[in-house]
């Protein structure tokens, strides 16, 4: 439903863009770093975290602002209303105990990929994964499977959305090359990652589809590049990820 733009709280709207700033990667953030992410003026910008502070959703140590614990009550609510963690989280820790590896479950939100379940078993990466967690669709194994579902005008638009940064030497930043390893995804039912969201790190990931067949997640494994090399990351893993996804599919509607 189209809002009137008489009806929209421009304000709310500043706190907001201020608030997505922050990021694992950008967990201190100055007034001007954020007005400069955010896209607004460093007036606008100060007082927003200055209102976030006093709030106590952001701490504030004279030069760098840094969200609280308190910030995450936002997010905790939509996760708690959505039946999707609920359903996978079981199936998830079984998985990874059967595997020895940690799973994950993501959706796409825009450009990024939102982490709604998470069974680890050891730390693979150097950020800490939780549900909540963000990443770059661009570059990861469920990203690929959920921009694989989308128009190819809805992929290309996606991509040139994106930051594309090569996180490691092995990243794929071109658009066209990025739309073909999209495509192979969606044709082989599967996308591998190796090492181009970190160094040390290679995923696979499938989708994870309704009885009505509509992707509405992915579902992963992620693991140091040393368990196994790429040729044996099918062989190994996809099996199991596959009788997930199929037991999934009995129970999301």
Known sequence: MAVNERDMMGGLAKGLKVIEAFSAERPRLSI???????????????????????????????????????????????????????????LLDRLSEEIGQSTSVSILDETEIVYVARAAQQRVMSIALMPGSRLPAYCTSMGRVLLSVQTPERQREVLENSKLVARTEKTII????????????????????????????????????????????????????????????????????????????????
């Open 174 to 253: 071109a658009v066209d090359a990025l739309l073909a390893e999209i495509e192979a995804t969606g044709n082989r039912g599967y996308a591998l990652i190796d090492q181009e969201v970190e160094v040390g790190l290679r995923s696979i990931a499938v989708p994870v589809k309704t009885v009505r067949g509509q992707t509405v997640a992915a579902l992963n494994v992620g693991l140091a590049a040393s368990v196994t090399s790429m040729d044996d990351l099918v062989e190994r893993y996809l099996p199991a990820l596959l009788a997930v996804q199929r037991e999934l599919g009995r129970m999301l509607v």
């Open 32 to 90: 001007s770093d954020a007005a400069d992410i955010a896209g607004l003026d460093r007036a606008t910008t100060r007082r927003c975290l200055l209102t976030l502070s006093e709030l106590g959703y952001a701490a504030y140590d004279g030069k760098f602002f840094t969200v609280t614990p308190k910030v995450l009550r936002l997010g905790t609510g939509c996760l708690a209303t959505m039946p999707l963690p609920r359903i996978v989280q079981p």
